[in-house]
């Protein structure tokens, strides 16, 4: 064992004891790898289960290493957890063994901090506009400004009173419209470059998967520089990368823009955007008139619509036209005019190339229609190219979730992060300081004893799910497990309108008993839905995709997890039908590559989503009975926790009676 090792697990040790923990095996594992990973410079994939203890093995090598850390998570929760919670439990007994100093920081988008110039410029703008005369709004807006003035604050959105998002809009940028701090009359006191500043020299950087993914894709730093970044929650990052990078046009954006054009240079520039803007408008709302009710031109558009594709045309060349006039005029001193100038230029310029994007459609593209907010979307149909390029060359990458794996095997997840794995090993690697094909894959399983502490059943009799939602069937059997079980249910659902169905059925038949539903409802935060799920300890929760994921509720509150259907990708799903047709051009398939991975995947996370600690115990009832009766099963089954498994109705339902019953006493 080298000198280093020693000195992580001296630290993992003295961290582990300073939150009154007790070392765990696959944390000590985890850890060990990640220390070799730094030390031979080489990438790690590891499927580390619900309870290892994680943060800890990923944080402690980097920091025993004296090497700065940059980790990105998909969710909120999680940033917060590191920054509030694991991080300043265990610095300070970090700093004594290490006998330095160990600072960290959270960096969000500019967008997340209040903008000091633009809640105090004089000049309403576009955004402000909106809001005149709205009483709610303006008493919103006093109380956001109030906070502002505060000494001490953070600036952050999440640290933020609560107000409507058009009052947030009215008083941030986002990071193409911001003139940078050196420009500012405000850049001393920026909240945004304050947290940068102090992200620029920590030694952990917390940070979300978005950012890092545009920083990546636009080969652009926004980020700190860093010797080794850590994705967790990583079976998230390529969605999440692909979400980033995904271009949209709206009409509302135009419109926006035009009218911050016309306000700024009044003339027959920003007339002629006008007058662009409100055609590309019109067209939007008539081609959304003319799709109604028609589901197929949800999905994927081979072209751009006809009737839409002049008034774009329009848009761009007067959009175009205004950012190269703004480029000219470099001789403004006063720094609000240089503020609001930025920011015209940043929205202009935004729509001019996102419409030049549309315009040259290319084939790693996928472009369609969302009409419930008549919004073009254009995304990349992968990314894995460029995360390779500018993410797995320039640093170890240790990527980390409790899934990674899909029928035991981390391929599918790799390949989409862009390591080189399987036949593609010998593609050519250009340089850069790591190789992507150098790549250790590792599962430390977790602490739980799955099979003692969970029953997964899985009923045979029911019909398979069709298009119309959950059949009758299903939803009486999902009844009787929730009187089983007392309440004490989170209900996934793969649809909005399974969501419905199963909150009208239980509200008929859960009538007499005290169990209260909580249903999640579109738009609905998850955070506060789940915190009133686990304080009333007999409720029941119904909630679609958001829940399946990151949902934390240990404990009594939560004894049965049921899920509606094998979650596989929608066919209208744009991107997703569009990589597994592009898969099964290639000679692959689309099912066994694209599909049953993300059904895998999800379905491990929900399933996840019951055992939370060592005294858990309960039911995973999954009601989609081609889990028994399919061959791909299987391959489902190998990547879910080893829950021990039945088909028989009456020792499930005797189980969660006793367990309900033992909670009560």
């Known amino acids: 064992m080298s000198d280093m090792s020693d000195k992580v697990r001296q630290a993992l040790d003295t961290a582990v004891t300073a939150i009154g923990g007790a070392p765990r095996e696959g944390q000590i594992q985890m850890a060990e790898a990640v220390a070799n990973a730094l030390t031979d410079r080489h990438h790690l994939m590891v499927q580390a289960g619900t309870g290892t203890g994680k943060s800890l093995a990923y944080l402690i090598p980097p920091l025993v290493h004296g090497h700065k850390v940059l980790v990105a998570t998909a969710t909120l929760a999680l940033q917060r957890q590191l920054v509030e919670r694991d991080l300043p439990a265990v610095v300070p007994a970090l700093e004594k063994v290490l006998g330095r100093e160990i600072t960290y920081a959270i960096y969000k988008g500019v967008g997340n901090y209040v903008c000091l110039q633009k809640m105090n410029s004089e000049e309403p703008d576009a955004d402000s506009e909106m809001m005149l005369g709205v009483s709610s709004l303006e008493k919103d807006a006093k109380r956001l400004h109030e906070w502002a003035?505060?000494?001490?604050?953070?600036?952050?959105?999440?640290?933020?009173?609560?107000?409507?998002r058009r009052v947030w809009a009215a008083n941030s940028v986002s990071g193409r419209e911001c003139v940078g701090a050196d420009k500012c009359a405000y850049g001393t006191s920026c909240f945004a470059a304050n947290a940068k500043g102090k992200a620029q020299s920590a030694d952990v950087v917390v940070t979300n998967h978005t950012l890092l993914a545009i920083e990546i894709v636009d080969s652009h730093p926004i980020l700190p520089e860093r010797d080794v970044v850590v994705l967790d929650e990583a079976h998230e990052f390529m969605d999440r990368a692909t979400q980033a990078v995904t271009e949209e046009l709206t009409s509302a954006r135009v419109l926006r823009a035009s009218a911050m054009a016309r306000k700024f240079m009044p003339g027959k520039l920003a007339d002629s955007f006008h007058k662009a803007a409100n055609d590309f408008h019109e067209a939007m709302v008539d081609y959304g008139e003319s799709i109604r009710g028609d589901v197929t031109s949800q999905a994927r558009l081979k072209e751009?619509?006809?009737?839409?594709?002049?008034p774009i045309r329009k848009v761009r060349e007067s959009a175009q036209a205004i950012t190269q006039f703004l480029s000219k005029d470099d001789e403004i001193i006063d720094t609000d005019i240089m503020a609001e100038r930025a920011r015209v230029k940043g929205a202009v310029n935004e729509i001019s190339t996102t419409a030049a994007t549309l315009l040259k459609l290319g084939d790693g593209f996928v472009l369609w229609y969302e009409p419930t907010f008549s919004t073009l979307y254009l995304a990349p149909l992968s990314v894995s190219e460029v995360l390779r390029e500018n993410l797995l060359t320039q640093t170890p990458v240790i990527a980390t979730s409790?899934?990674?794996?899909?029928?035991?095997?981390?391929?599918?997840?790799?390949?989409?992060?862009?390591?080189?794995?399987?036949?593609?090993?010998?593609?050519?690697f250009k340089s850069g300081d790591v190789d992507?094909?150098?790549l250790q894959m590792l599962d430390v399983g977790s602490p739980f004893d799955f099979a003692n502490q969970g029953v997964l059943y899985m009923p045979k009799h029911l019909p398979e799910p069709g298009r119309d939602g959950p059949s009758i069937q299903a939803l009486t059997e999902l009844g009787e497990l929730i009187d089983a079980a007392g309440g004490r249910t989170l209900a996934l659902f793969s649809s909005w309108r399974g969501v419905e169905a199963a909150d009208s059925h239980l509200r008929k038949v859960l009538a007499e008993l005290p169990i209260k539903i909580f249903t999640q409802k579109r738009g609905d935060s998850v955070g506060p839905l789940v915190e009133?799920?686990?304080?009333?300890?007999?409720?029941?929760?119904?909630?679609?995709?958001?829940?399946w994921q990151g949902v934390d509720v240990p404990g009594n509150s939560c004894i049965l997890v049921a899920i509606d259907r094998i979650p596989f990708?929608?066919?209208?799903?744009?991107?997703?039908?569009?990589?597994?047709?592009?898969?099964?051009?290639?000679?692959?398939?689309?099912?066994?590559?694209?599909s049953l991975p993300r059904a895998a995947l999800l379905l491990a996370q929900g399933t996840g989503r019951l055992i939370r600690s060592l005294d858990d115990r309960g039911v995973v009832a999954i009601l989609d009975s081609r889990i028994i009766t399919k061959r791909y099963g299987s391959v489902l089954l190998n990547s879910m926790p080893p829950l021990w498994r039945t088909s028989d109705k009456v020792i499930v339902q005797e189980s969660l009676r006793r367990l309900s019953q033992s909670v009560k006493e």
């Open 149 to 164: 003035r505060k000494p001490g604050i953070s600036g952050d959105r999440d640290d933020a009173p609560d107000v409507d």
């Open 304 to 310: 751009i619509p006809q009737s839409l594709e002049s």
């Open 402 to 428: 409790a899934t990674l794996t899909v029928g035991n095997s981390f391929n599918a997840l790799a390949k989409s992060i862009g390591f080189l794995v399987g036949d593609d090993v010998e593609s050519d």
């Open 436 to 438: 992507p094909a150098n």
């Open 532 to 547: 009133r799920f686990a304080k009333d300890e007999t409720s029941i929760l119904l909630g679609t995709m958001s829940l």
């Open 569 to 594: 990708p929608r066919p209208d799903e744009p991107i997703m039908s569009a990589r597994a047709a592009a898969a099964d051009a290639a000679g692959g398939s689309g099912f066994m590559q694209v």
